[in-house]
């Protein structure tokens, strides 16, 4: 089982976009896959027409009233499960900081997928906390969106300032580039400096009117428009980073 959390401390930057067509090009992969929604905007969800039936879902499985089995709803996908937002997600901070061992909560209960599940997708809410802290714990591989601008180069520092201070690996922070307008030059040299760093995979994702379509037709892209440019681009995103993080 790996877990793959899509990240940033910005909001608007593509990870639900991305977590929800990545989730969907593993399982059309044959990969058993779960995409949990722990941002409490639920768009994930949504994307999916997922609800949760359980009421304060996460809140119950963090007190171990529920397993992480009753909150996992089938999609319309083969191999592809979601575990949906629910209202309890909003406090899920609070909830987190208040547990014995605080950081590892969420690695805790993602041990119940464990045999069930290739691929774990985590879409985050922005912004550090104690639930950042624990989705950076149980990920192994922490990815993070970025649109090329110049305050992106700033939070890029940031982020990887805050896994220095925490002493986390790294290794595990792998970005790329999204909503990418190539006829911008500021975009194509803010690329080149972060490219430099290595932290970046080569696949970008282009600034593509399809990708907001989702929310139309509430589903991937790579499902409802596979040989477009913005499915194309994800699916060539996911060969790179499947290749990155499994050999
Ligand atoms: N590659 C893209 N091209 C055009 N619009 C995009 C692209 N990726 C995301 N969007 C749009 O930008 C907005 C923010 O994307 P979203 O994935 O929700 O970001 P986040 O989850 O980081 O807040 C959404 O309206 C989404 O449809
Ligand atoms: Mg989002």
């Not at 899509?6 to 991305?18: C, P």
């Not at 083969?78 to 061992?101: F, M, Q, T």
């Not at 690695?107 to 550090?128: S, V």
Request: aromatic residues 12%; negative net charge.
């Amino acid at each position: 089982m790996f877990v793959m959390a899509l990240y940033n401390l910005k909001g608007g930057v593509g990870k639900t976009a991305s977590c929800v067509n990545l989730a969907h090009l593993a399982a059309s992969d044959g990969y058993r896959s779960l995409l949990w929604d722990l941002d409490p905007q639920g768009a994930a969800s949504y994307y999916y027409k997922t609800h949760t039936r359980a009421k304060s879902g996460v809140k119950k499985l963090l007190e171990k009233e529920v397993s992480l089995d009753e909150l996992i709803q089938l999609t319309d996908y083969e191999y592809l499960d979601v575990i949906p937002a629910d209202k309890s997600s909003r406090k899920l901070d609070i909830l987190l900081d208040e547990h014995k061992g605080s950081k590892k909560q969420i690695r805790q209960m993602l041990k119940q997928a464990q045999g069930n599940y290739d691929f774990i997708f985590i879409d985050c809410p922005p912004g550090f906390s104690v639930l950042a802290d624990n989705i950076f714990e149980a990920a192994d591989a922490v990815l993070m969106p970025t649109i090329p601008t110049t305050l992106s180069l700033r939070t890029y520092e940031i982020v990887k300032e805050y896994f220095e201070d925490k002493k986390l690996p790294l290794e595990k922070l792998m970005c790329f580039f999204t909503m990418v307008d190539s006829r911008k030059s500021l975009h194509a040299e803010v690329m080149e400096t972060l490219y430099q760093d290595q932290r970046f995979f080569g696949t970008y994702i282009p600034y593509l009117s399809e990708v907001e379509k989702m929310g139309i037709y509430q589903a991937p892209v790579t499902a409802f428009a596979p040989s477009g440019r913005a499915a194309q681009s994800y699916a060539e995103l996911w060969t790179e980073i499947k290749e990155g993080v499994l050999y």
